[in-house]
């Protein structure tokens, strides 16, 4: 059985060496997709566009015109008029406008004016504000971030970004593999071969799975070289985690192709089942402490989420193998599950 | 020319014979701008707060209860050892540390304040500056009450265009574009796909169709349905959220147009260069989070570096996200979002052109 499985396996091997511009394209993609955005995307805000609308020219208005001017939070962008206000802001050629009051001088008024448009933006920039400009015992704090302290928002894309990827390449690009020689009628010549079926499914996964180790020691390599993600939680950790998280991403692909019939029908369903519930519920991008009740549970569900999660803890956090223990369990067993109902459908689908 | 009204009535009866698609146009958009605003919602709340108060004063108490009153924060612990609240924080129940030194209250009154130490988990950036900001602003108004010497400066706040910082509103306009995205992206590049593996475009290219009547009748179905698909969504965010085009509604529908144009002009390019379905689902996927992540839908496009700016010019989302966001909630007018236009009809025609001349029909 050693040499049928092995020769299996090479027979999907060579499909997918034969297919180099594939190939490529799992193996580039990914390491342009770190790279950039662990260089472009990021959530700080700096860089804001001040304008300033002071109607009288006093000292003190340029001395907090100079305190703006010193930082590289804002661009000053100019002295306006009243008028102009709403001009500026609706045309994005200032995002804030600080207004100083005629008697600034004594009294010390004055008012931000932000495009409420971009709500975090608004809100950072108003609190940036406040500090540079001043007023009501903001030099009592002194501010420290713990963990990314450059807040590099790299960190918080590249977990989500591994929990997409093997998802990609192990749910969908397995399924759809699998349907196609179901389209083009090779399915039935391999089912008549000697080989049980399950091998025939197992040797469709172990290109793939392969695959996506490589992918993923290149994420990795990226990750803590170039992109200085700390993986202090221990590099083995995450592998274990990742193969968890590969298998189970194979058993949901087996379970997409066992129900779909052609490759279209594969295609959307996985990005049904799989790409959006992750895009969406998987805190990949958005928090799911913030979602509605009824919608956080469905988080709960999808594995990419505590995948995810769990990769945010070992790579970024570097907190020890006990921190991730939950995530670990409800991983496995959903893996378990997946598993299970991918080879009973299987068997099923021959008998029946 | 006259082949051309006979190629998009057959992309039309496909479309119609098909038994996914029409109900996929019809439901999809519906349902996504009914519960993407909810998801989409990266406002900053209930941030997690410890408290080490090693003062153990009048004035720290006062402190902690600004906090606890705070709608933003939720004060998880109190203590007096710092250890203890960072080990909170190290397992993800506490984002925000603020720690009160010992003596605070005297160093206070005496004039010579010691520092508050606030320290923020910034796995989350935003989440960590925000957070931090909010704990900030509790604990000073606290210490306002104590010293109205510190409220010499009077700041006020107002915000232009989304007075409550509702974060959906912003998330809208922006969820509309990968709407039509997705529509615009996959369905055509899909559709061209199977075609080549079927064998079906074959028979295409054996007849004297022309190059140019064969890649529009594989474009103009989907401006149309991208049309369609904004219309459907707008009504719905209309009728649901009550959030309507603060802007020229023209413009949208225009700036649509447009955006549609370049996008399946880019899918149809993509499946000219595909032979399988994996292939083109691959690229597919990789421009389209990068659209989506480098467009500005997440992240301000002004915090890249200067060079990343420049690239997502060639960025169809890009223009369109800053489009529909001032459109929707400014109300700036087209002529003042000019530049974006342009962008928008440059990459639209561009995308037209390397559609049609990357289908390779041999002559």
Same mark, same amino acid.
């Given at each position: 059985m050693q040499i049928k499985l092995s020769s299996f396996v090479r027979k999907e091997m060579l499909h997918?060496? #034969?297919?180099? *511009? /594939?190939? =490529?394209?799992?193996?580039?993609?990914?390491?342009?997709?770190?790279?950039?955005?662990?260089?472009?995307?990021?959530?700080?805000?700096?860089?804001?566009?001040?304008?300033?609308?002071?109607?009288?020219?006093?000292?003190?208005?340029?001395?907090?015109?100079? #305190?703006?001017? *010193? /930082?590289? =939070?804002?661009?000053?962008k100019g002295f306006i008029d009243v008028p102009d206000i709403d001009t500026r802001l609706r045309t994005g050629k200032a995002s804030a406008v600080v207004v100083l009051a005629d008697d600034y001088e004594t009294s010390g008024r004055y008012q931000v004016i932000l495009d409420g448009a971009d709500v975090n933006t608004a809100r950072v920039s108003e609190g940036y504000l406040r500090g540079v400009i001043g007023g009501g015992g903001q030099d009592l704090f002194v501010m420290q971030q713990v963990y990314n302290p450059e807040m590099k928002s790299a960190f918080n894309f590249i977990p989500g970004i591994l929990g997409m990827i093997f998802l990609l390449i192990c749910a969908i690009m397995t399924s759809v593999s699998i349907v196609r020689e179901k389209e083009t009628g090779t399915m039935e010549v391999l089912l008549v071969s000697p080989v049980k079926p399950a091998y025939i499914i197992v040797s469709k996964m172990i290109p793939y799975l392969l695959l996506s180790l490589v992918d993923l020691a290149i994420i990795l390599l990226l990750a803590y070289y170039v992109l200085d993600v700390p993986l202090s939680g221990g590099v083995w950790n995450i592998i274990l985690f990742s193969v968890v998280y590969l298998v189970l991403a194979l058993a949901l692909g087996m379970v997409v192709s066992n129900v779909a019939k052609s490759q279209i029908a594969a295609l959307l369903m996985s990005a049904l089942v799989m790409m959006m519930p992750v895009l969406f519920f998987s805190g990949m991008l958005f928090p799911p402490d913030n979602l509605p009740w009824a919608l956080r549970w469905i988080t709960y569900i999808i594995p990419a989420r505590w995948y995810i999660d769990a990769m945010r803890k070992l790579m970024i956090e570097g907190v020890g193998l006990r921190s991730v223990l939950l995530e670990g369990g409800i991983l496995l067993a959903e893996t378990l599950a997946l598993l299970a109902a991918a080879m009973k459908r299987f068997s099923d689908r021959l008998e029946g | 020319m006259g082949s051309l009204k006979f190629l998009i009535r057959k992309e039309m009866i496909q479309f119609r014979r098909n038994k996914f698609l029409p109900r996929l146009i019809f439901a999809f958009p519906v349902v996504i701008m009914l519960v993407a605003p909810l998801i989409a919602n990266m406002d900053v709340k209930g941030v997690k707060l410890a408290v080490v108060d090693m003062d153990r004063s009048e004035l720290s108490s006062r402190i902690r209860s600004h906090l606890?009153?705070?709608?933003?924060?939720?004060?998880?612990?109190?203590?007096?050892?710092?250890?203890?609240?960072?080990?909170?924080?190290?397992?993800?129940?506490?984002?925000?540390?603020?720690?009160?030194?010992?003596?605070f209250e005297h160093s206070f009154a005496s004039g010579q304040p010691e520092k508050i130490k606030v320290d923020a988990n910034a796995v989350n950036a935003t989440r960590g500056t925000l957070g931090a900001q909010y704990a900030v602003l509790a604990a000073g108004g606290a210490l306002r009450e104590m010293n109205p010497t510190l409220q010499a400066e009077e700041m006020s706040v107002r915000y232009f265009y989304n007075e409550t910082l509702d974060y959906r509103f912003y998330m809208i306009p922006a969820f509309i574009v990968i709407l039509i995205l997705l529509v615009c992206c996959f369905i055509p590049a899909l559709n061209l796909v199977q075609e080549k593996e079927k064998g079906t475009i074959e028979q295409i290219n054996v007849t004297p169709v022309s190059k140019l009547d064969f890649t529009l009748s594989k474009l103009i179905p989907y401006w149309v349905i991208g049309l369609v698909v904004i219309s459907e969504a707008i009504l719905t965010v209309g009728l649901v959220y009550g959030l309507w085009p603060a802007g020229n509604i023209g413009g949208i529908y225009l700036a649509a147009f447009l955006f549609a144009l370049a996008m399946s002009g880019f899918a149809v390019t993509v499946a000219n260069f595909s032979d399988t379905l994996q292939q083109s689902i691959f690229v597919m996927f990789f421009f389209v989070m990068l659209f989506m992540l480098m467009g500005g839908l997440l992240t301000p496009i002004g915090s890249m570096p200067a060079w990343a700016q420049w690239v997502t010019q060639a960025f169809p989302t890009r223009h369109f996200i800053a489009i529909m966001r001032s459109l929707y909630l400014k109300g700036t007018t087209v002529a003042e979002l000019g530049i974006n236009y342009l962008g928008l009809v440059i990459l639209g025609i561009f995308f037209s052109i390397t559609a049609m001349v990357s289908y390779r029909k041999q002559e």
């Open positions: 997918i060496l #034969r297919d180099p *511009r /594939t190939m =490529l394209v799992v193996l580039v993609i990914p390491v342009v997709l770190i790279l950039l955005f662990g260089f472009t995307v990021s959530t700080d805000v700096n860089h804001i566009d001040v304008a300033v609308c002071a109607p009288v020219r006093s000292d003190a208005v340029r001395k907090t015109l100079e #305190r703006l001017c *010193r /930082t590289d =939070l804002f661009r000053f | 606890g009153a705070s709608d933003n924060l939720s004060l998880r612990l109190v203590t007096d050892d710092y250890h203890e609240a960072f080990c909170l924080l190290e397992a993800g129940k506490a984002d925000v540390i603020l720690s009160i030194p010992a003596g």
